[in-house]
């Protein structure tokens, strides 16, 4: 451990309170009689509840430890994170959220399956909430480990063993309306620590904008930093890391349509009673995390500044190394300490463990839902009786909760808001292009919404995992935008053909209905 480095109680009883917070909510409801109780607490949450669990389920370990990191490591073109993340849920509103809500089912698997009538689909459904879900995860359990072995010291392998088994536990006790409470909570938990790491340098230390980018762009000394990182004019111009029009343009495309394609995010909207609902919910979800991600790039900035003046403005020796080892995911807590010692380290700890908590369970609920409720029943036993659903509902919970562990070790070296993006990148790629087509064109066809989501799960993993082995030209330091054309371009071609040689009987006999479903008025 550091020399100087105090071991943060007001965090640890902070943190401890919230845990507590946590199991009396789930205690109180440990009761789910049937599945959608489970999964999507009945249907009965209310707009601004709801804003805020969204809110607390999307402002990830990305968005909290991530953004401000970023934008202290990369400088502007770190802002295109907070940029994308956000413009996202203007998709959703425009296009997805009442739609969605109307046609009444519990998945995003559910859609695909019952707008098309086919198995095959639900099925490669399941396979992209979970590729989706489980690339989220890993960062959310990287954070997860930096900010325990901050906190106390422990390893990371240890912090992130302890935190998969805590969110595990809850969510399979608690289900959709346990974790809705605990996310209630845990947003305002974590977008308060925000707002005072935004306003005690803005507004009591005097720090503007102005000050802070004229002087890191002035900044010609040495900085003590093991980071590849730029400083000076490089830090606040556009182009220095995303070094040309292809990359910046295939990013934002994932960060703001790979919103709309979440299916952790997607699931919530069925919660909502109405459309209407739905669609509220979405504006104030746009209020809420539109004022985060003004802030969070601020504080990025700010940890720079400080950073560079190191000695003139007292930032200790630990805390200095911590920014110059790890400044990309541990930007957040060290200005919590620099600006509010323990109090606001406490605060900030505690909002970080919030965002990871809210995420984690999230995306638990929607695998445990593409699992349970898409797989196991309705693809192989449609009879099983409400009680065992709920049974393997939480078998499915705990199953993906504990693979946490192993992605968490996986993501160790990696930076949390870049992991998330290619997270993101997937959901642009499979669902984003499926769902707008199957809501807004009457002539997609069976065929055409299977090809779309086998380019978007296919092209993904290649241009991911398979990145190295590619030609130039089709490297992209997140591939979103660019296999996202292309899932839009499969779901035309493919239905064009299937329509062309089966004229009428290519569209699922049904449409008629579905549309009116999705775009008229309220079913009561």
């Known amino acids: 451990m550091d020399v100087g480095y105090q071991v943060p109680v007001t965090a640890l009883v902070l943190i401890g309170l919230m845990l507590l917070f946590t199991v009396i909510t789930t205690w109180m409801f440990r009761i789910q009689k049937t599945s959608a109780d489970y999964y999507l607490a009945g249907r009965k949450v209310n707009s601004f509840i709801n804003a805020s669990a969204i809110s607390s389920d999307y402002l990830s370990a990305a968005s909290f430890l991530g953004v401000a990191g970023i934008a202290f490591l990369k400088g502007f073109d770190g802002i295109i994170y907070a940029l994308g993340f956000f413009v996202g849920y203007i998709a959703l509103l425009l296009f997805m959220a009442s739609p969605l ?4 089912k519990y998945t995003v698997p559910d859609f695909v399956s019952e707008r098309f009538h086919s198995k095959g689909a639900r099925v490669l459904g399941v396979i992209g909430v979970l590729f989706i879900s489980l690339f989220y995860m890993a960062p959310q359990m990287l954070g997860a480990g ?5 906190l106390l010291g422990m390893s990371y392998q240890a912090a992130i063993v302890v935190i998969a088994l805590i969110i595990t536990a809850y969510v399979a006790v608690g289900g959709m309306k346990g974790t809705t409470i605990n996310q209630l909570v845990q947003f305002w938990i974590l977008f308060g620590s925000m707002f005072l ?8 230390k005097g720090y503007t ?3 802070v980018v004229n002087f890191i762009q002035s900044f010609n000394g040495t900085e003590p930093i093991t980071n590849k990182t730029f400083v000076g004019s490089a ?10 029009l292809k990359d910046t343009l295939s990013l934002l ?17 069925y919660t909502a009673p109405d459309g209407k609902a739905a669609r509220r919910t979405v504006i104030y979800v746009l209020l809420l995390i539109g004022l985060f991600y003004i802030l969070s790039p601020y504080v990025g900035h700010v940890m720079r500044y400080v950073f560079l003046r190191s000695n003139e403005l007292g930032l200790s020796p630990h805390l200095t190394k911590w920014l110059a080892e790890n400044g990309k995911n541990l930007a957040v807590p060290v200005a919590g300490s620099y600006f509010g010692g323990q109090i606001l380290l406490g605060i900030v700890v505690a909002g970080a463990f919030a965002a990871i908590l809210s995420t984690v369970a999230g995306l638990i609920i929607a695998c445990a839902g593409a699992i349970g409720h898409d797989l196991v029943v309705n693809i192989f036993n449609p009879d099983m009786p409400e009680k065992n659903r709920v049974k393997i509902a939480r078998l499915a919970s705990v199953g993906i909760g504990l693979l946490g562990i ?14 998330v993006g290619l997270a993101f990148a997937i959901a642009a790629s499979t669902f984003f292009p499926v769902l707008v087509m199957g809501i807004w064109w009457p002539k997609m066809t069976k065929n055409g919404a299977i090809a779309g989501l086998l380019t978007g799960i296919i092209g993904s993993f290649i241009m991911i995992l398979g990145k190295s082995y590619l030609p130039t030209m089709l ?21 064009k053909l299937e329509y062309a040689s089966k004229k009428e009987d290519a569209l699922p006999p049904d449409v008629d209905k579905v549309m009116a479903i999705l775009h008229g008025p309220e079913q009561t």
Not at 101 to 104: E, I, L
Not at 197 to 204: E, G, M, N, R, W
């Open 209 to 211: 904008y102005t000050d």
């Open 235 to 244: 830090y606040i111009q556009p182009g220095y890391w995303l070094t040309n």
């Open 406 to 419: 192993p992605l968490g070790f996986a993501a160790e070296k990696m930076q949390i808001a870049v992991l």
């Open 253 to 269: 495309l994932a960060l703001m349509f790979g919103t709309a394609g979440l299916p952790h995010i997607l699931v919530r909207f």
């Open 475 to 495: 490297q992209f330091k997140n591939p979103g935008g660019f296999v996202m054309v292309l899932g839009f371009l499969a779901i035309y071609i493919f239905s």
């Open 197 to 204: 790491l935004a306003f005690i340098p803005f507004v009591l």
């Open 146 to 150: 930096k900010v325990m072995g901050l």
């Open 101 to 104: 809500r109307k046609f009444g």
